[in-house]
């Protein structure tokens, strides 16, 4: 088992940098099942669902080679098979594209339904599958494992999306790259990682319009080629670097993002105090005077994200006065602060609401994290606490974010790993 020991109080000074954007990666990784020859993916995150998803598609038949750390080719010619039912693929809720881009490519797929973050209660794919079914595919699951096909290949369909769903936009812009005729997919998601899935399959010979906004048009291509892409930085991972920022004090340059895309972020940090300065490809955080209390709801892009929603809560715990945060996406993403709470925070759930008094300080405590988001807002509040924080759970954190302890260090924060035995308490080796 791996610990985080944050020794908090310290305020962070100097640069970070942002790596590719994970939501981008997991979308297009299995786009490249779809392509006939080589994709050189370049600025991917060093992180274990990017592992996660290679090791599969090896499985699977592809052929990978590392280019260096953060570019890689991958050919997919030679995959024969329609079926991905590994265990590997119950660690990664991003593994149900491979529905989509199995059924683009062969008109059927077999895929072990997905894992990743437990929060919200069920993740359904109900709106994946409505999409498949207008599209012409038979869709059964059984045994955990979703089945689909089409005795050929997907046909253009016009689908209209009941609730705003990422995964489901991205999953049938992907069946739809190689479908017969047009796709119109109303209601579609439009956060900036759809926008980079759909210029990668452009790249690669796909046709695809409105990637962005509300209404996505794909005529279906009758095959993609192998080529080039770059993807954008991440979002996510920059807004948790401003949330820390915010929360510890001092001032920081995090550099390699696209200021657009932290409109909301910026906004949200600039009312509780934050100065927020924009540059060309890079944002300064300065925070030195005490955080006043905000109301916050996460909405679908371009609103505030859920996947900032913890990240937040935790700065807002020791801001003035009373604050709310709802979360408009899922049914519950609050388990964190069971955790909040152990460290001294005043938080109260009522439905999607959380209701955040402030507090003078929080104080460090042994907690753990249930997921990507809680676990990066855990490491926040370690940074703002006074005295040391153990952290259990940091597996749910190496999913999404590169290199976090190194990247936290170099601004000043005072943070490690350490590896403990399977004996309680027993440390066996530490990393600094």
């Not at 779809?34 to 592809?62: F, H, W, Y």
């Not at 340059?253 to 890079?282: A, N, Q, T, Y």
């Not at 900032?308 to 003035?320: N, V």
Request: hydrophobic letters at 40%; aromatic letters at 6%; a neutral charge.
């Amino acid at each position: 088992m791996t610990q985080y020991v944050i020794n908090g109080g310290n305020k962070l000074h100097g640069e970070i940098e942002i790596s590719g954007a994970k939501n981008a990666a997991v979308a297009i990784i299995p786009a490249a099942l779809m392509v006939n020859g080589v994709c050189r993916i370049e600025n991917l995150p060093q992180i274990s669902d990017v592992s996660t998803l290679l090791n599969i598609l090896k499985e699977m038949g592809a052929v990978i080679r590392v280019v260096d750390k953060r570019t890689i080719d991958i050919d997919c010619s030679h995959v024969g098979t329609s079926s991905a039912t590994f265990d590997t693929m119950r660690r990664i809720r991003a593994s149900y594209y491979l529905i989509g881009a199995l059924l683009g490519r062969f008109g059927k797929a077999d895929v072990a339904m997905p894992g990743g973050c437990n929060f919200g209660g069920v993740r359904p794919i109900d709106q994946h599958m409505k999409g498949f079914v207008a599209m012409g595919a038979e869709m059964t699951v059984q045994n955990g494992i979703v089945s689909a096909t089409t005795g050929g290949r997907l046909r253009g369909a016009s689908i209209y999306l009941d609730v705003v769903s990422v995964g489901a936009t991205i999953n049938l812009m992907l069946g739809a790259a190689l479908a017969d005729g047009n796709t119109f997919i109303e209601n579609a998601a439009r956060e900036p990682h759809i926008v980079d899935l759909a210029n990668f399959l452009n790249s690669m010979g796909a046709d695809i319009r409105g990637a962005g906004t509300n209404v996505i048009k794909v005529r279906g291509a009758r095959r993609l080629n192998g080529g080039f892409y770059s993807i954008i930085p991440d979002q996510i991972e920059a807004g948790t670097y401003m949330a820390a920022v915010a929360g510890a004090g001092g001032e920081v340059l995090i550099k390699d993002v696209i200021p657009k895309h932290l409109e909301c972020i910026s906004g949200k940090l600039r009312e509780m105090g934050v100065s927020v300065f924009e540059h060309e490809d890079s944002v300064t955080v300065r925070r030195v005077a005490p955080l006043l209390g905000a109301h916050v709801k996460t909405m679908p892009y371009p609103g505030f994200p859920t996947d900032m929603q913890p990240q937040i809560s935790t700065i807002l715990s020791t801001a003035t006065g009373t604050s709310t945060v709802t979360e408009g996406v899922w049914d519950n993403r609050f388990s964190y602060t069971d955790e909040l709470a152990k460290m001294g925070g005043s938080i109260r759930v009522i439905g999607r609401t959380a209701i955040i008094e402030g507090v003078p300080y929080i104080t460090g405590a042994p907690i753990k994290a249930g997921d990507l988001r809680a676990g990066a807002a855990l490491v926040i509040a370690g940074l703002c606490a006074r005295g040391v924080t153990v952290l259990e759970g940091v597996n749910y954190i190496e999913r999404g974010y590169e290199k976090m302890i190194k990247k936290l260090s170099a601004i000043g924060a005072d943070i490690h790993s350490r590896y403990v035995s399977d004996e309680p308490q027993i440390v066996v080796q530490e990393a600094g």
